[in-house]
T-cell receptor, first 113, second 109 residues
């Protein structure tokens, strides 16, 4: 089934630890995105990539890094996790200019303690 | 700055009609999306409007007025399964989606 796979589904992480959230899509979409969603704040863009080999910063990039080595994969890394990074993380992708909408992964629920 | 406003929460009765409003201010505009998000799940695409007017898709309709920076999502014949958050998002001049915080819709029997 075409779509986006995120892993892990959920994770409890000790503060200060490094963590990579995985995201893989099989739709050959050129653009990919990482969002965090917190209660009352809606979806906030962390980083994005318009094509393989390029990345850009979103609204809340501090403490996060991404890479886009190929079309399918777009991992998000927390170099040294802090409790304020406790959130639900969604990966999304879109084709072209996004006029067909974004397709979302099922999310990763991350708790930093 | 860029901004999307929509009500935080609405309550409606099963079988009734509800209208969820959204106003937007963006740097350029390339269309308005509505997404549905059930609790604990990912957002799913409902509609896309880029021209003024009403787009109907089954029980759901979406309206856009570009001159007023305004959209609404109309849900008819409400069912309990329509209880969810509804997210309004505008596509700006860089083809980036600007998201509202979402409207939590509670359906009562």
């Amino acid at each position: 089934i075409a779509g986006i796979t995120q892993a892990p589904t959920s994770q409890i992480l000790a503060a200060g630890r490094r963590m990579t959230l995985r995201c893989t899509q099989d739709m050959r979409h050129n653009a990919m995105y990482w969002y965090r969603q917190d209660l009352g704040l809606g979806l906030r863009l962390i980083h994005y990539s318009n094509t393989a080999g390029t990345t850009g910063k979103g609204e809340v990039p501090d403490g996060y890094s991404v890479s886009r080595a190929n079309t399918d994969d777009f991992p998000l890394t927390l170099a040294s996790a802090v409790p304020s990074q406790t959130s639900v993380y969604f990966c999304a992708s879109s084709d072209g200019q996004g006029l067909d909408g974004y397709t979302f992964g099922s999310g990763t629920r991350l708790t930093v303690v | 700055g860029q901004n999307i406003d929509q009500p935080t929460e609405m309550t409606a009765t099963e079988g009734a009609i509800v209208q969820i409003n959204c106003t937007y201010q963006t740097s350029g505009f390339n269309g308005l999306f509505w997404y549905q998000q059930h609790a604990g799940e990912a957002p799913t695409f409902l509609s896309y409007n880029v021209l003024d007017g009403l787009e109907e898709k089954g029980r759901f309709s979406s309206f856009l007025s570009r001159s007023k920076g305004y959209s609404y999502l109309l849900l008819k014949e409400l069912q309990m399964k329509d209880s969810a958050s509804y997210l309004c998002a505008a596509l700006d001049s860089n083809y980036q989606l600007i998201w509202g915080a979402g409207t939590k819709l509670i359906i009562k029997p």
